[in-house]
């Protein structure tokens, strides 16, 4: 059977846990080679790319996506493994656990780490996955952002600001790349449950009430209900796709 990706070489960020190692299994199961990059362990995530996918080729990094060196040192690891990277996935992003609360209690310092993260991560990725895809003249760089930058979600303003900074750098850099053959596009989901939220303290699906009741598809959002828009961004069937944003939310009107 064939496989839409195959022989390409993605990265993705943030990929220990959560929506991330979704993605990961996600492109291995479509052909891709596989680099997990986070701060975090990324075993159970490489057991279960192991598991779910045979034959896959894969390995982690530890990578922090806002230090310059962490980010350069992947591609460096990327580039000496499978010689090319053709997908960048930017998942990676500060959300579980960070506190909601009006913008002007807000400290400097918890701002500085959100959009550290958040948007200097994606800035930092893409620009050292450029100058490797340029060479190859091809390249799909897939950003995740969210929609709350839509909706304006109260008590959140830091998280929000840096994903609507993700939509607005990825149009501006779409504008910059296409002539060399580089697509590169967001992806925003709605309210997704994670492994990583089900273990936090006090967790129930109660939080996801009013989100579901709003979605013309009223259901909770799963990981996997993302993966497919990742994997036709990363693939050769979204070539003449750039600059855009796809709201993945089940039809969420709350905006």
């Given at each position: 059977m064939s496989h839409r990706l195959e022989g390409k070489v993605s990265i993705v960020t943030g990929a220990a846990q959560g929506i991330g190692a979704y993605y990961a299994r996600g492109l291995a199961g479509e052909g891709a080679k596989v680099i997990l990059a986070d701060v975090k362990d990324c075993k159970k995530a490489e057991e279960a790319v192991k598991k779910e996918v045979e034959g896959a080729e894969y390995f982690s990094v530890h990578c922090d996506v806002s230090d310059e060196n962490s980010v350069s040192a992947l591609f460096d690891k990327a580039i000496g493994q499978f010689g090319r990277v053709d997908i960048l996935v930017n998942n990676a992003a500060f959300f579980s656990g960070l506190g909601r609360q009006p913008f002007e209690e807000i400290s400097v310092e918890e701002w500085d780490k959100v959009m550290g993260i958040n948007l200097r991560g994606v800035f930092l990725c893409c620009r050292a996955a450029t100058p490797?895809?340029?060479?190859?003249?091809?390249?799909?760089?897939?950003?995740?952002?969210?929609?709350?930058?839509?909706?304006?979600?109260?008590?959140?303003?830091?998280?929000?600001?840096?994903?609507?900074?993700?939509?607005?750098?990825?149009?501006?850099?779409?504008?910059?790349?296409?002539?060399?053959?580089?697509?590169?596009?967001?992806?925003?989901?709605?309210?997704?449950?994670?492994?990583?939220?089900?273990?936090?303290?006090?967790?129930?699906?109660?939080?996801?009430?009013?989100?579901?009741?709003?979605?013309?598809?009223?259901?909770?959002?799963?990981?996997?209900?993302?993966?497919?828009?990742?994997?036709?961004?990363?693939?050769?069937?979204?070539?003449?796709?750039?600059?855009?944003?796809?709201?993945?939310?089940?039809?969420?009107?709350?905006?």
């Open positions: 490797i895809m340029r060479r190859q003249k091809y390249g799909k760089i897939v950003n995740i952002a969210s929609d709350t930058m839509m909706k304006g979600t109260p008590n959140f303003a830091h998280y929000v600001s840096s994903k609507g900074g993700v939509v607005a750098f990825t149009r501006a850099i779409s504008k910059e790349v296409g002539v060399d053959g580089i697509c590169v596009n967001s992806v925003a989901p709605g309210l997704t449950t994670t492994d990583a939220m089900q273990a936090e303290p006090g967790y129930s699906e109660d939080r996801f009430a009013r989100t579901v009741s709003s979605r013309a598809i009223p259901r909770i959002q799963e990981p996997n209900d993302l993966v497919g828009t990742v994997i036709f961004l990363s693939s050769p069937d979204s070539d003449f796709i750039t600059g855009q944003c796809i709201v993945v939310n089940g039809g969420d009107n709350l905006y």
